[in-house]
């Protein structure tokens, strides 16, 4: 009789019994953990695991074990496959993706989120996990994603702040180990779910409302008094490269000068122009009461005068530590009538500064607009990006696990001072 599911050293789900001896599952599923469903052979699910039937298993053809396959199109849907002690396979069937029943010794396959990771961000992993086998097993996918950071250094500094508007935790580790030599403290902050350690933050906030998630982390770190740790906070989308000469002094050397912070443009939003927001900005600030296009908030005036807004990719941006009061009154509003956030952030970074008597210092940044993408791997326009004074270069799609960028751009900085590539196709914001 098995008393347990063991993966082989092939990655072969097996049944052992208590003396030790393995049966392997006698349907095969592909090496690489697929299986086709018969009935819908263009349906491809992935192997999630198994469990041992809970006893009486009677008959001589009485189920002694179950397997999971999960549609990762479709987390919602599972095909539950059945074998007999021996692994003998017996059929399957659909299931709704709910917990699993609970069983001696449910194993979970080790290779699950390599095949989910291609078509899934880890908000709907974990997701997806705690659903069927608890929270206990989420949690400890999405602590992994977590990186070791140093402690807090006691010498002027700015904080590097890195928003996600989608959650790919496990980018954190890339983005901490590029960056962790030029910024002394980095935070991560993702919509809904975040590892619990001291510098990941997580809010109910979604892509199209990172301001939401900036106004969080603000308000967070105020309450707590760990605000008073930095002299300032540059904020990075994580599809962002900030240039590699950029580090903590760079950032601090204007704001000592008396600038209140850093943006790419200052901009007026108009709200007659074609941009492709405008109707989302004049809904937010035009029907708040409306049940349907608004969302009941009816403060926006006179708190946010529609001839005060700004417009501008809001990516990438730094705030000296003394506005940041100012800048959480004039965000939240803009948070509550759901304004969109490259106009609310902006908005509220000028008006702080402003208030305050301090400039806000322009920096050039490079926007790769949907044609120039692939150019975030062109050696040539890498090598003319490091030898710009551009802030950053915006996208950087290092959640693909194919991006090049990183390594280009690591190299063109190493080869030091040069003359720009002639080839290189350049666009610039």
């Not at 030790?20 to 090496?31: Q, R």
């Not at 697929?34 to 001589?60: Q, W």
């Not at 999960?70 to 539950?80: G, H, N, Y």
């Not at 809904?192 to 001291?198: F, G, L, M, N, T």
């Amino acid at each position: 009789m098995a008393t347990r599911l063991e993966f082989s050293e092939l990655g072969r789900l097996e049944l052992v019994d208590h003396r030790g001896h393995a049966y392997p599952i006698t349907c095969p599923y592909t090496p690489d953990g697929f299986v086709y469903a018969d009935s819908r052979p263009s349906e491809v699910f992935a192997l999630l695991g198994g469990g041992l039937c809970p006893p009486p298993s009677t008959g001589p053809t009485a189920a002694a074990v179950w397997i999971d396959f999960v549609r990762l199109d479709d987390l919602t849907s599972l095909r539950r496959w059945s074998c007999d002690e021996t692994g003998r396979y017996l059929g399957q069937e659909g299931h709704a993706a709910t917990r699993v029943p609970p069983s001696s010794g449910y194993l979970l396959n080790p290779d699950f989120v390599t095949l989910a990771r291609t078509q899934l961000n880890d908000f709907q992993i974990y997701t997806f996990l705690r659903q069927c086998l608890g929270r206990a097993t989420a949690r400890s996918y999405i602590d992994a994603c977590a990186a070791d950071h140093a402690p807090c250094p006691r010498e002027p500094h700015c904080r590097l702040v890195v928003l996600y508007n989608h959650n790919y935790a496990r980018t954190c580790q890339v983005w901490h180990d590029h960056y962790r030599r030029r910024f002394p403290v980095i935070d991560f902050v993702l919509p809904c779910v975040a590892p619990e350690h001291p510098n990941y933050f997580a809010y109910a906030f979604g892509s199209l409302q990172f301001h939401g998630l900036v106004h969080g982390y603000l308000q967070e770190q105020t309450r707590t008094g760990r605000i008073r740790d930095c002299d300032a906070l540059l904020f990075v989308q994580d599809d962002l490269l900030l240039h590699p000469r950029l580090d903590s002094d760079g950032v601090l050397s204007p704001l000592a000068a008396g600038h209140g912070g850093i943006f790419h443009r200052r901009r007026r939003f108009d709200p007659d122009s074609e941009w492709m927001w405008v109707p989302r900005v004049r809904n937010a600030v035009q029907h708040q009461a409306d049940p349907q296009l608004g969302n009941g908030f009816e403060g926006l005036y006179p708190a946010v005068p529609t001839e005060a807004l700004y417009r501008g990719v809001s990516d990438c941006f730094a705030l000296a530590r003394e506005l940041v009061p100012d800048f959480l009154d004039q965000l939240a509003p803009m948070v509550a009538a759901n304004l969109f956030p490259e106009v609310a952030i902006p908005t509220a970074l000028y008006a702080a500064a402003d208030s305050a008597g301090r400039p806000i210092q322009l920096r050039p940044g490079r926007l790769l607009r949907a044609p120039f993408r692939h150019l975030a791997d062109n050696p040539a326009y890498i090598r003319d990006f490091v030898g710009s004074d551009a802030m950053f270069l915006h996208p950087v799609k290092v959640a693909s696990g194919t991006c090049q960028t990183l390594d280009l751009v690591r190299q063109a900085a190493a080869a030091g001072p040069h003359a720009s590539d002639a080839s290189a196709v350049v666009t610039r914001t």
